[in-house]
Every structure is written in C-alpha cells, then in structure tokens.
C-alpha cells in the first residue's frame, strides 16, 4: 500500500522545495505516496541559518507528520547536498531506507576541504570561545563553478564544511544503522570525481546494509 510509505524530499544547496526537487516530490505524490519536501538550513533562502542538529530535528519532524498521516514505512530521499543530509540523518535516527540523488557536499574532498579550511578554522575558534552564534563570513562552492559569498553562524561552518564533521560522507556511510536499505542514483553527466566518491559511500556502507548503485 503506497500510502503507508512516507517519503522526505530533501532540496540540493541553494535550492528550495520548490526547485529542482519539486517534479520528483510532485510524481511521488501522485503514484500514492505520503511525501513532503521542507525547506532545508542550505537553500537559497535560509543560508545556513541552522546546524546540522536542527537540521536532524526539522527532518525528525517532517518524518513525525508523515507518521501522523499515516505512513508505516520511512525513507528520506535527497539531492547532492539532500543527499549528505539524508546519509548524516540515517546514523542519526532509523530509517527503513533513504535515496541519494547526484550526492554532493562531501567535505572530506581535497578541494572542499582546502576552500573552507580558513573559515573552518575560524568557526571552531568561536565555538572553543563559547561563540557558536557568531557569523563568519565565506565564499560558498557550487556546481558548475558558481559561488557566493554568505555569512553564516560558526557552528553552522564547522557543520557543513569540516571535514571531520558531520557532512564526511564516506564517514556518514560506515555509520548507517544495519538494516537500512540505500540508493545510491548517479546521473551519467556527473562530473568523475563525483561518480568516484559515489561508489566510495557504496563501499563504506556497513555488511547489513541493502544497498544499490545506479549509474
């Protein structure tokens, strides 16, 4: 029964429920299944605003209406950064299995992590001072060479841009509770880099996890 499967849709950096996400929320919805797609910390709008543990309790919440609708069954489905998200939340909270789409926002990435390291350093300064709200300000990467300068609190840059922290998604992989079923989905056009790091998650998934890889 599709309607007892509740499906959270999670937007890529910069995005927004109803961007790139929205054809995909909009079909599941009509084949029966109980969806809902929030707006998450890294859209266009929001920019950070919250840490990665608002953002495991606002999934928690989008997960707990679905509930309340009737969904018996739980998977959390996300684009490029959706998708770290979605790998960071299923070793946060069970899932029955989550879907990640074109995976992107891996901070264990060489280039990643040289771009952030100055405002990573930054950030875990202010925190160790007990000023984790304080704003640090960073040019912010995107696919396709785009880039923006934000301002987001300290506690917020070390979340999303260490990479020791949260959004290491080979870290993210190996820590997957047993039991939970992942989709791995790899568009064709994904830059080789990406495909690389995409089959590395695939490799760190603990033995019980049902998992599968589509290019």
């Known amino acids: 029964n599709k309607s007892e499967i509740g499906i959270v849709v999670l937007h890529g950096k910069w995005g927004s429920p109803n961007a790139l996400v929205d054809g995909l929320a909009t079909y599941l919805s009509r084949e029966g299944y109980r969806v809902t797609s929030p707006e998450m910390p890294w859209s266009g709008r929001r920019a950070y605003d919250k840490g990665a543990d608002a953002m495991v309790q606002e999934i928690s919440q989008a997960v707990e209406e679905l509930r309340k609708a009737g969904a018996q069954k739980i998977y959390v489905l996300g ?24 995976a992107g926002g891996h901070t264990q990435g060489k280039r990643f992590a040289s771009h952030y390291s100055s405002a990573v350093s930054t950030a875990r300064s202010l925190i160790k001072d007990g000023k984790a709200a304080e704003t640090v300000e960073f040019t912010d990467l995107n696919t396709g ?57 695939r490799d760190k998934l603990p033995a019980g996890t049902r998992a599968s890889l589509v290019e």
Do not use: C, W
């Open 79 to 102: 684009h490029s950064q959706g998708a770290a998200a979605s790998l960071h939340y299923a070793n946060r909270q069970s899932v029955d299995g989550i879907v990640l789409i074109a």
């Open 145 to 201: 060479n785009r880039q923006r300068k934000l301002k987001a609190p300290a506690q917020s840059v070390a979340d999303y841009f260490d990479p020791d922290g949260p959004f290491n998604t080979e870290q993210s992989a190996a820590r997957i509770k047993t039991g939970t079923a992942v989709m791995i989905i790899v568009p064709s056009k994904e830059t080789e880099n990406l495909k690389r790091i995409a089959h590395l998650i």
